[in-house]
Antibody, heavy 121, light 104 residues
Framework: QITLKESGPTLVKPTQTLTLTCTFS?????????VGWIRQPPGKALEWLAL???????RYSPSLRSRLIITKDTYKNQVVLTMTNMDPVDTATYYC??????????????WGQGTLVTVSS | EIVLTQSPGTLSLSPGERATLSCRAS???????LAWYQQKPGQAPRLLIY???SRATGIPDRFSGSGSGTDFTLTISRLEPEDFAVYYC?????FGPGTKVDIK
């Protein structure tokens, strides 16, 4: 059974750096696996942020690339997303999700419950 | 970068009716890359369809996807009470703005 859970601060100040951790079970970051981050501002649509593959290949949203870093810790079964220079417009629920296999289908089949991050001074 | 447009923005229907949701891409896309999700308030999205027409595990057969090129459709053949939600299409690293299906 695959599960994912996001953790991190619920409140950050403008200009600070946000670090979110996705802890998962039911799979390991082995061949053919990908884990991504998606966010959703309150009342708005989903926004794809970043994705990391088992081989450490990474993809980022073009509009946020300069602010994002995604890493993985295979032994801890965790994926970490760092976002710099946070702004109130970054207030959103942040989800991590498991990429559907095989990877030729870029969809997410398992999602965490999400964590709401508020950016405010 | 591909832009996805979903229509209508809101679809008001009654249980038992057929729902037809549209997702249009700004340029032709690989059908393998088109997915549909359902999201209910306070919940994470749920994968319904991937590769434009393949149902995800456990998804009822009243949900179907079709289309190619730039035009894709999600059809719910007969709306059940639990189907009233927001639906998003996704093409690789882009999500559409969503269609809300609410009760008429």
């Amino acid at each position: 059974q695959i599960t994912l859970k996001e953790s991190g601060p619920t409140l950050v100040k403008p200009t600070q750096t946000l670090t979110l951790t996705c802890t998962f079970s039911g799979f390991s970051v082995t061949t053919g696996v990908g884990v991504g981050w998606i966010r959703q501002p309150p009342g708005k649509a989903l926004e794809w942020l970043a994705l990391i593959y088992w081989n450490d290949d990474k993809r980022y949203s073009p509009s946020l690339r300069s602010r994002l870093i995604i890493t993985k810790d295979t032994y801890k079964n965790q994926v970490v997303l760092t976002m710099t220079n946070m702004d109130p417009v970054d207030t959103a629920t942040y989800y991590c999700a498991h990429r559907l296999q095989p990877l030729e289908y870029p969809a997410f089949d398992y999602w965490g419950q999400g964590t709401l991050v508020t950016v405010s001074s | 970068e591909i832009v996805l447009t979903q229509s209508p923005g809101t679809l008001s229907l009654s249980p038992g009716e057929r729902a037809t949701l549209s997702c249009r891409a700004s340029q032709s896309v690989n059908s393998n890359y088109l997915a549909w999700y359902q999201q209910k308030p306070g919940q994470a999205p749920r994968l319904l369809i991937y590769a434009a027409s393949s149902r995800a595990t456990g998804i009822p057969d009243r949900f179907s996807g079709s289309g190619s090129g730039t035009d894709f459709t999600l059809t719910i053949s007969r709306l059940e009470p639990e189907d009233f939600a927001v639906y998003y299409c996704q093409q690789d690293s882009t999500f559409g703005p969503g269609t809300k299906v609410d009760i008429k």
